[in-house]
């Protein structure tokens, strides 16, 4: 058992840092990605649109569901408490005229652009064009808006960060021309940077100079738990944060100088590891990710927020739906039954919470 976990542990690192959680660097470092490569049309998707049911209250009291036909077959253990939307009921001319108070009254067609990191890029899905919670806001969307046909690019960027995204739309932002939405999500990279940094050094470590499996799993948790907790990890943290404090109120101003129209949605960020301790009883020792992740992932929304209401866009909280609910990021670490992942993302039950926050947060403007 010893053995196998040391192996399990060294595989997924590696694995994890192989598939690259921050492509980016600072400082001129960004890497800089054409909106033309990364463009996804909604037209090239092949999911079926989703249903959606009109409940002005249920949307005001809980969070209705968007299951497409196929995410609903093979998540449906983990989206068994979503409820699914009725497109009859929410097509409606009750339900278009108390959409965001009918903004989009008459409109024969509305564009939504995706911009920020892997998120709403939709890293690890296995269809990200029609999985990403973008794209399943914009089949909600559809729905909801009766006739309307909703045109829909995705021109996030996996590894972005704050900076890059800026350079980016310094350069060419022209794909936002004529957009009616644009559902941003960016700053999560700014900060799991150093974090996974500070894993990738005790992982380097974890050999070391142990004779055997449990003095090596011994002393990769004390390596981690120290630089955790370290001024390194702390000073890297807050640059990161002052990043994107610097940052998002620029990229907030180019999106509207580009489409002074458009309802710019903005996401909090959720604590990917929130909840998380490693904890390895037979050598009593334990890292709490959950406590750090949590910490830090605060700091940065605050500083979101404060952006968000500086430029008056439209917060959509995240944060709390996800650390209250099961099942919505792949990172998790338990011991009976055996599952060990660091990968932050989100599942397919993860992309339809955030879709349905930002439905709910729309339709309530």
Same mark, same amino acid.
């Given at each position: 058992?010893?053995?196998? =976990?040391?192996?399990?542990?060294?595989?997924?690192?590696?694995?994890?840092?192989?598939?690259?959680?921050?492509?980016?660097?600072?400082?001129? @470092? +960004?890497?800089?990605?054409?909106?033309?490569?990364?463009?996804?049309? $909604?037209?090239?998707?092949?999911?079926?649109?989703?249903?959606? %049911?009109?409940? $002005? *209250?249920?949307?005001?009291? *809980?969070?209705?569901?968007?299951?497409?036909? %196929?995410?609903?077959?093979? %998540?449906?253990?983990?989206?068994?408490?979503?409820?699914?939307?009725?497109? *009859? %009921?929410?097509?409606?001319?009750?339900?278009?005229?108390?959409?965001?108070? /009918?903004?989009?009254?008459?409109?024969?067609?509305?564009?939504?652009?995706?911009?920020?990191?892997?998120?709403?890029?939709?890293?690890?899905?296995?269809?990200?064009?029609?999985?990403? !919670?973008?794209?399943?806001?914009?089949?909600?969307?559809?729905?909801?808006?009766?006739?309307?046909?909703?045109?829909?690019?995705?021109?996030?960027?996996?590894?972005?960060?704050? /900076?890059?995204?800026?350079?980016?739309?310094?350069?060419?932002?022209?794909?936002?021309?004529?957009?009616?939405?644009?559902?941003?999500?960016i700053g999560a990279n700014n900060i799991l940077g150093p974090f996974t940094e500070a894993l990738n050094d005790a992982n380097s470590n974890?050999?070391?100079?142990?004779?055997?499996?449990?003095?090596?799993?011994?002393?990769?948790?004390?390596? !981690?738990?120290? =630089?955790?907790?370290? +001024?390194? =990890?702390?000073?890297?943290?807050?640059?990161?944060?002052?990043?994107?404090?610097?940052?998002?109120?620029?990229?907030?101003k180019l999106i509207k100088n580009r489409a002074p129209n458009a309802i710019v949605a903005v996401m909090t960020v959720y604590s990917p590891?929130?909840?998380?301790?490693?904890?390895?009883?037979?050598?009593?020792?334990?890292?709490?990710?959950?406590?750090?992740?949590?910490?830090?992932?605060?700091?940065?929304?605050? +500083?979101?927020?404060?952006?968000?209401?500086? +430029? @008056?866009? =439209?917060?959509? *909280?995240?944060?709390?739906?996800?650390?209250? @609910?099961?099942?919505?990021?792949?990172?998790?670490?338990?011991?009976?039954?055996?599952?060990?992942?660091?990968?932050?993302?989100?599942?397919?039950?993860?992309?339809?919470?955030?879709?349905?926050?930002?439905?709910?947060?729309?339709?309530?403007?």
């Amino acid at each position: 058992m010893k053995k196998l =976990l040391i192996m399990l542990l060294t595989l997924c690192l590696f694995l994890f840092f192989s598939c690259g959680g921050n492509g980016q660097t600072e400082s001129g @470092g +960004e890497s800089v990605h054409s909106f033309e490569s990364s463009a996804v049309n $909604s037209e090239e998707s092949t999911a079926d649109t989703t249903d959606v %049911e009109d409940s $002005s *209250e249920e949307r005001s009291e *809980e969070e209705s569901s968007m299951v497409s036909e %196929e995410s609903s077959e093979e %998540e449906s253990s983990e989206a068994s408490e979503e409820s699914s939307f009725d497109s *009859e %009921e929410s097509s409606s001319s009750d339900t278009v005229d108390a959409f965001c108070g /009918g903004r989009f009254d008459g409109k024969d067609s509305v564009k939504v652009v995706a911009l920020g990191d892997s998120i709403p890029r939709g890293y690890g899905l296995s269809n990200p064009s029609a999985e990403a !919670f973008p794209a399943l806001f914009s089949q909600s969307l559809e729905a909801v808006l009766g006739g309307a046909k909703v045109n829909y690019a995705n021109i996030a960027v996996d590894g972005m960060t704050t /900076g890059g995204l800026l350079t980016l739309l310094q350069n060419d932002s022209s794909a936002l021309n004529g957009a009616d939405i644009v559902v941003l999500c960016i700053g999560a990279n700014n900060i799991l940077g150093p974090f996974t940094e500070a894993l990738n050094d005790a992982n380097s470590n974890l050999s070391g100079g142990a004779t055997n499996d449990s003095q090596a799993l011994g002393a990769f948790m004390d390596e !981690f738990n120290a =630089l955790l907790k370290s +001024e390194k =990890l702390a000073a890297d943290m807050n640059v990161g944060i002052a990043k994107a404090a610097s940052d998002i109120p620029q990229i907030l101003k180019l999106i509207k100088n580009r489409a002074p129209n458009a309802i710019v949605a903005v996401m909090t960020v959720y604590s990917p590891y929130h909840g998380i301790v490693m904890s390895i009883p037979y050598l009593g020792k334990s890292v709490n990710m959950g406590e750090v992740s949590d910490m830090w992932v605060s700091s940065l929304n605050t +500083e979101i927020r404060k952006a968000v209401a500086a +430029e @008056g866009c =439209l917060l959509v *909280e995240t944060y709390d739906a996800f650390a209250a @609910g099961a099942d919505l990021v792949n990172a998790a670490f338990s011991l009976v039954p055996f599952k060990f992942s660091f990968d932050p993302h989100p599942t397919v039950s993860g992309h339809i919470k955030l879709a349905n926050l930002y439905m709910a947060s729309i339709s309530n403007m």
